[in-house]
């Protein structure tokens, strides 16, 4: 912890985050000690594109998953993170995470890189929409839903047994009637470049990559790690259990997040204050 503390306060650090980040707010992560493995296959941009069926269920899964996400609230992690930001010692943030958590603590500069959950894209006109519009039409148009989740992952998927979807109806784009997709990146779809671009970027401006509650096990958090240890910028990991970052790690702390973090605003705050009193 006392390295940590040394690190970020030398200031120039950007945060890469995951669903670990999001756990105290009641969002089960998919891996590690606070969640586990998705049971359910991901959706998959062809699966929900081409088959009817396959759209129906994920969109009763993922209103009664929105739920969950939609009132979730950030974090002591969250608030810490933001914190930093504000003390001038962390500057953009990178999120894997789909939740919107991080801006509502009052985080700037942040890169979704897969979309946010909050948002409603139509495949048609590409008109963008709040979802909980959407939540409210759905609502309306399925009065008897009365599904329950058995579980529920990060991206707002719930897991639901088929035989509760009979009669779930799905809506259009009350624009042009085009096929409406939640504005985060599926398994088969690619993060748009100008996002990974902009990553990229900070990363190389930073000082130190501070990983927070990500496993890091697919590429596209795992890239920025690669990257930074490729060009000699420190790298620390802040999370519970093994990632596949440590290799490329300087620092490795496996504690909570909901400890570590605030405990560290707390501290550097206390050394900021006494800079400017002198």
């Not at 959950?117 to 709040?130: E, H, K, M, Q, V």
């Not at 409210?136 to 529920?152: D, M, T």
């Not at 085009?178 to 990229?200: H, N």
Request: proline letters at 5%; aromatic letters at 6%.
């Amino acid at each position: 912890m006392a390295e940590l503390g040394a690190w970020v306060a030398e200031g120039g650090v950007v945060v890469l985050s995951g669903a670990g980040l999001s756990t105290d707010s009641g969002i089960p992560d998919y891996r590690g000690p606070s969640g586990s493995a998705r049971r359910e296959t991901p959706m998959t941009y062809q699966a929900f594109t081409r088959d009817p069926v396959a759209r129906r269920r994920y969109w009763a899964r993922s209103h009664l998953g929105w739920r969950t996400i939609g009132d979730a609230r950030p974090n002591d992690g969250h608030r810490a993170v933001a914190q930093l930001q504000e003390l001038g010692l962390v500057g953009g943030i990178i999120t894997q995470n789909v939740d919107g958590l991080h801006q509502a603590a009052g985080a700037r500069d942040v890169v979704e890189l897969h979309g946010n959950l909050a948002r409603i894209a139509c495949l048609g006109c590409g008109r963008l929409t709040s979802r909980t519009e959407l939540a409210s039409r759905l609502e309306q148009a399925n009065p008897a839903f009365a599904g329950v989740a058995s579980a529920i992952n990060p991206d707002g998927d719930a897991e639901l047994a088929d035989s509760a979807l009979d009669g779930f109806t799905v809506l259009d784009c009350r624009g042009c009637g085009g096929m409406l997709k939640p504005d985060v990146v599926y398994f088969g779809e690619t993060v748009p470049p100008e996002r990974v671009a902009r990553s990229f970027a900070l990363v190389a401006g930073a000082r130190t990559l501070l990983v927070l509650g990500s496993s890091l096990t697919v590429m596209s958090g795992r890239r920025f790690v690669l990257r930074a240890a490729r060009d000699g910028i420190r790298v620390a990991i802040v999370n519970r259990g093994v990632t596949r970052g440590e290799p490329y790690a300087g620092l490795v702390v496996d504690a909570p997040l909901g400890i570590v973090l605030p405990n560290l605003a707390r501290d550097l705050a206390r050394v900021s204050r006494r800079q400017v009193s002198i």
